[in-house]
Structure formats: C-alpha cells, structure tokens
DNA sequence: CGGTGCGGGTGCA
DNA sequence: TGCACCCGCACCG
C-alpha cells in the first residue's frame, strides 16, 4: 500500500474531489492500516476496497455526497485505566461501528480480568482535532481511496477478531473461544492469501514483521497468541492433554481445519522471546461460568506489574502477544508510553504519510513497488513540506499550519506543472454525469505524460527503503521488538511504496451531487 | 445483533 | 458553503 502525498507526484494528483479523476492501470495492494494523508487506487474488483473495509474502526459519514463515501474514524476502546498487560501492551478493542452497540461496549469491565477499569472510547483526533477520515470513490476501473489525518491512538484490533469475538455469542467456553479464533485465523489467512496476489504484499508486512498467531517457534518456546485471545491459554491443563492441544508441541496433531494454517506458513514462525514459558496454561483452576455474558470483553489476561517469567503462576497466565486475526499478525504492541512517545516521535519527526520519506509500509511489496512516484520531491522541498505537514498535524486546528501545508502543496503543483510534463486536473466544478467514461478533453489534452515518472524519482527514498529491508533482514529473525517498533512505522503511508502509474491520459469521470 | 450505506437534519465556522 | 455530527431507516449476514 503506498500512500501517496499530496501533489507530491503525478501519482496522487488527484483529489478525491476532483471532478474527474485519472484512469489507473496499475494498482495498490489493498492496505488495511492505511495511515496519514494518502491517496490509493484500488482494482474495481478488489473486494477489500468495495467492502470499504479499513482495520481501523471507521463509521460512515454523512457527507451528503452519494457519489463519495465518508467515514470518519472511532478510536480504539481502552482501559479507563490503562492498564498495562505482562508485556506491557495495552487493551485496545474495536469499537463498534453501531452507535448503539459502541455505547454498550463502553462501561463494560476491561478485558484484563485482574483489571478494575472499564472500557472507554479513546477518540481519534487524528485529523486537527477530528477524528481521520477515509473517503471512497468508485469508478468503472477502479475505487479510489483517500485518507485525511494521523491516527492518534493504538490500533484497535482487527475487525475479523471482533467479529469472531461477537459471534461467540456468551458465556462459551473459552476452549470454544479459542477454536472458533483459531479457525477464524485460519480461514481469514487462507482467504487473504487466496484472494488477491498482490495481498501478498501486505502480508508481508503484517505477517513477517508480525508473524503469524500459533506458529510459535519452537526453539524460543513463546506464545504467539493474542492477549485477549490466548489460543493456548485455552488449552487443557494437564500435559498429556496440553501435547494434544498445543501446537507448540512435536506430537501436537492440527485439526484439520487448521492444519493448513499452521503449514501454510512456517517460514513465519515468531521469534518472540519466551516471556513466562507461556506455552503452557492451566484453565483447571479456571471456572467455566468465568466468563460471564456480560464479559465477553473479558480477558484472561491479568494485570501482573511484578510478571516473573517462569514463575509457576505465571505458566497460568495467557500470553501477552495480540493476534490480529484480520491480517493474520501478531502485535507485540509498544508499551503505552512507548507507545505514545513513539507515535509522537513519528509524527514529528517523519510525518511520514505527508513527506513518505520515512515511513514505509511494507503491506506494499517491494517487487511491485514503483519506488519514487510518491517522492518526486526534492529535498528541499520535501523538508518544507514535511514542516508544513508536521505542524498541521501535531497542533490541531492550526490555521498557520495548515496554509503552509496547502502552500507548500500548490508550490508544488506549480513545480510540477513548469516541468511541462502534465497539467493538474482543474477542480473547474463542472460535473459531469457519470456515464461520460470517454471524456475527450481530458484524454486528448490533459493526460499525464509518462516520462513525468522517470524524471522524478526520487533515489533518496529509494535507498531508505533499501536500507530499511537491509536492517529489516538482518533482523527479522531476532528482534521482534524491532518489528514491533517497524510494523506500527512502515504500516502508515509510505509514498516510497507506490506503483501507482498513470499509463492513460484518460481519467475516470465522476459526478458530482 | 451489528455492520454498512443512505439521507434528513442541525450546529458551527 | 463545507464540515462534523446526530438520528433513523433499510438491507444484509
């Protein structure tokens, strides 16, 4: 997925507003996290992106628009009390979409059984003081995707893990629980790998540097299971019966369902260190009626500042890794002021999604990465704009900013536009009806010029991205914690990843209301 | 029951 | 006029 900067290449020289947008050949792969001010083009086919699905919690918007879907972002359900798991990650829920629905998650006793806090809405307000919102425009050839703002909180989980979670219904069994989210990962990695190639590119991403649930590694004994859906939390207590059900375990036999699963993907295997020899758990000490209707919410994820790895007690505990079962990740979150210090430092110190210079997003795969059609900038020019993008983000509702923002954008605009190469779609507000697929004008005069792309790629970016994949691959198989750090980076937009071509000078027409 | 999209309506800048 | 937001409704799984 590459997010595209505003203005900052042919590629994201549309608006999402424009009354008529370029005709796409080449496509993004569907970015589920997409982050920050990015613009992506989807294939028309793409079910992610008719699905209008996002990881992020995003409500529709009324916009009064019918021909561009707004939604706008609902935060994260937390703890009131932010309460910090064994691994010091934090409890961040889905929120809702239902209005109705969101206020009863709220109030409800935080997941973390040891935990006396309740859930409450951590709102995004991402976007000077608003929540970020993502807009969705389709076309004949293709859904166009633009998204406005920084998240400004943890990610929730994945709407596929809320899903299994609601399905559960209440009052199962964890063990029922557990398989029901095994399968549910399961079949949503076998989905995803099966719907789209270029899927694989997020998967990459989600999956290498966050590997994979339930494929523990063996030689480093972890769990890799979610802190509010420990699959092995679930398992039986005694050993015999613990072999049987751990995957961890030589002699453990997959269900057919999952066996797939597990082999799908070994490469993949964490490397997460051995917390608390979390493979094992012990529920027998664990009443069934525990977890009561009420709590579906509720973790078995206590709340143990003095964790001791190893401690008998603790073998009792889940796991402290996330599973994202939408992307098939698994998240060794950042601590809360880890977190924070380290979203902040993202944010001020790459605004990535704006300058895309630091930021990448491996949901983009290389292979098919179009390096430096997002960052044509120079580096001047890309500092300035990045300056502009920072402030506008960091100090909410900062007109200055912002003028500096759209300024530096439209220097931009004119610098590209002196090259001769092609002409900005002028947002002249003329509507035009939808069925004018063939609109002359536009392709006979106002195309995008090819070699607009050759000239300005930008080999600084493309070298940061070298030299992340090298530290990337140096690491990936010993330091989770780095990939933590990398996933939460490089999942936001990253222009560097863009292969985004404008092949036609022909665009999309849209209407307008 | 909840997700999703639509659309009327309100308040604010 | 644009935007955020509330609400209700309909459809769907």
């Known amino acids: 997925m590459s997010c595209r900067v505003y203005s900052s290449s042919s590629s994201s020289d549309w608006d999402i507003n424009d009354s008529a947008v370029p005709r796409i050949n080449?496509?993004?792969?569907?970015?589920?996290?997409?982050?920050?001010?990015?613009?992506?083009?989807?294939?028309a086919d793409n079910e992610d992106a008719k699905r209008h699905s996002s990881g992020w919690a995003m409500r529709n918007t009324n916009n009064h628009n019918v021909h561009i879907l707004k939604k706008s972002c609902l935060g994260v359900l937390v703890c009131s009390v932010r309460c910090t798991l064994p691994t010091g990650e934090r409890v961040h829920l889905r929120p809702a979409i239902c209005d109705k629905a969101r206020k009863k998650q709220q109030g409800k006793p935080c997941p973390n059984r040891q935990c006396t806090g309740r859930l409450e809405i951590l709102a995004c307000r991402g976007h000077c003081g608003y929540p970020v919102t993502h807009f969705w425009r389709h076309t004949d050839h293709a859904?166009?995707?633009?998204?406005?703002?920084?998240?400004?909180?943890?990610?929730?989980?994945a709407k596929s893990t809320s899903e299994a979670r609601r399905s559960l219904g209440s009052g199962r069994r964890v063990r029922g629980l557990a398989v029901l989210l095994a399968k549910e990962a399961a079949l949503g990695n076998k989905l995803m790998s099966l719907r789209e190639p270029k899927r694989q590119c997020r998967e990459m991403t989600s999956r290498t540097l966050n590997p994979p649930p339930l494929i523990a590694d063996q030689d480093k004994g972890y769990c890799s299971c979610p802190p509010f859906e420990c699959i092995c939390n679930y398992q039986p207590v005694l050993p015999t019966t613990l072999q049987q059900y751990n995957p961890h375990s030589p002699s453990y036999q997959q269900p057919q369902v999952l066996d797939s699963y597990w082999t799908q993907e070994p490469a993949q295997a964490q490397s997460y260190p051995d917390v608390a020899g979390l493979n094992q758990y012990d529920f027998t000490n664990i009443p069934a009626d525990l977890f009561q209707p009420e709590e579906i919410f509720q973790l078995d994820q206590p709340i143990k500042p003095d964790f001791v790895a190893g401690s008998q007690h603790d073998l009792n505990r889940s796991p402290s890794t996330l599973l994202d079962l939408g992307s098939g990740t698994i998240h060794r979150e950042f601590k809360s002021e880890e977190y924070w210090s380290q979203n902040m430092t993202t944010m001020i110190n790459d605004d990535s999604n704006n300058s895309g210079s630091s930021r990448f997003n491996l949901s983009q795969s290389?292979?098919?990465?179009?390096?430096?059609?997002?960052?044509?900038?120079?580096?001047?020019?890309q500092n300035q704009y990045m300056e502009g993008a920072k402030i506008d983000e960091l100090t909410y509702g900062v007109q200055k900013s912002a003028q500096n923002y759209f300024q530096q954008t439209a220097m931009l605009d004119a610098d590209y536009k002196n090259q001769g190469n092609f002409?900005?779609?002028?947002?002249?507000?003329?509507?035009?009806?939808?069925?004018?697929?063939?609109?002359?004008?536009?392709?006979?005069?106002?195309?995008?010029?090819?070699?607009?792309?050759?000239?300005?790629?930008?080999?600084?970016?493309?070298?940061?991205?070298?030299?992340?994949?090298?530290?990337?691959?140096?690491?990936?198989?010993?330091?989770?914690?780095?990939?933590?750090?990398?996933?939460?980076?490089?999942n936001n937009c990253a222009p560097g990843a863009s292969n985004l071509h404008y092949s036609h000078d022909n665009f999309d027409l849209i209407t307008h209301q």
Request: hydrophobic share 30%.
């Open 26 to 43: 080449e496509f993004d792969a569907f970015s589920e996290w997409a982050d920050g001010h990015c613009r992506l083009v989807y294939r």
């Open 143 to 157: 859904i166009f995707f633009q998204a406005k703002g920084v998240h400004d909180h943890p990610r929730p989980e």
């Open 366 to 381: 290389p292979d098919n990465t179009h390096l430096g059609l997002n960052n044509n900038l120079v580096p001047s020019a």
């Open 423 to 490: 002409e900005i779609i002028a947002d002249n507000k003329v509507y035009f009806d939808e069925s004018l697929q063939n609109f002359d004008g536009f392709q006979n005069g106002k195309g995008y010029k090819s070699n607009y792309q050759e000239k300005y790629i930008d080999l600084g970016q493309y070298a940061e991205y070298n030299n992340f994949l090298s530290v990337y691959d140096g690491n990936k198989i010993n330091d989770s914690a780095m990939f933590g750090d990398l996933d939460f980076r490089i």
